[in-house]
């Protein structure tokens, strides 16, 4: 390989940047991340307001409520509520990562993107099932806890593909995961941090790094 320069720090340099590209996958945007965040945030909004209002809803710190129409209720909407926040982030995730990959000349869709989402679905579709489980068993306390751990060991398992914030933002998903496990009766405020805060965090901070 031959390179312009004379000064043998930035031909490493050089190197080093090609090597990246073609083992990282450089298209993911932190923008993607800052809009997960926000509809995490206004998912968890209408869960607390609306959907757990105590002065509408009858449960307890656990939600450990006999099987009747409105536990279905309070399960469907919560259900329905966390659909809707994984669509919209998933669909901004593509969006973004998209119009990065135009501006910058890349493809979108390469080999290491579906290397990247191979290894991040098995831990989110396992998490995902564990969940179901634990929502049927009435055990809706753990549900904030499995979904940050898993979530997080989806990210760690992506993140050698991809920015190292990836894989940083795991490891704090995990460690949220794991306190929502001890506090059990704070698990849609850790949801909240994880999911909404971190990201937004996170992306912030990657799109100053690599995309300002």
Not at 176 to 184: N, R
Request: glycine share 10%; aromatic share 14%; net charge neutral.
């Amino acid at each position: 390989m031959k390179t312009n320069s004379t000064n043998p720090k930035e031909d490493l340099q050089t190197i080093r940047e090609i090597m990246e590209r073609s083992s990282k996958y450089l298209s993911l945007s932190g923008l993607s991340g800052i809009f997960a965040g926000a509809c995490a945030l206004i998912g968890a909004a209408i869960a607390w307001f609306y959907i757990l209002d105590p002065g509408h809803v009858p449960y307890d710190e656990y939600m450990q409520i006999p099987l009747d129409w409105t536990t279905s209720g309070i399960r469907f909407y919560l259900a329905l509520d966390a659909i809707l926040v994984s669509g919209f982030a998933a669909l901004g995730a593509i969006y973004f990562s998209q119009r990065k990959a135009r501006k910058a000349g890349q493809q979108f869709w390469t080999n290491l993107t579906q290397r990247l989402l191979v290894h991040l679905m098995i831990p989110l579709v396992s998490g995902g099932i564990f969940t179901l489980i634990l929502v049927f068993r009435n055990n809706l306390e753990l549900v904030a806890s499995v979904m940050l751990i898993f979530y997080g060991l989806s990210l760690v398992n992506a993140g050698k593909f991809t920015f190292s914030e990836i894989h940083y933002l795991g490891l704090t998903e995990i460690v949220l995961g794991i306190l929502a496990g001890v506090f059990i009766n704070h698990g849609l405020l850790f949801w909240t941090l994880g999911f909404g805060l971190m990201h937004i965090v996170y992306g912030t901070v990657m799109y100053y790094r690599h995309e300002r």
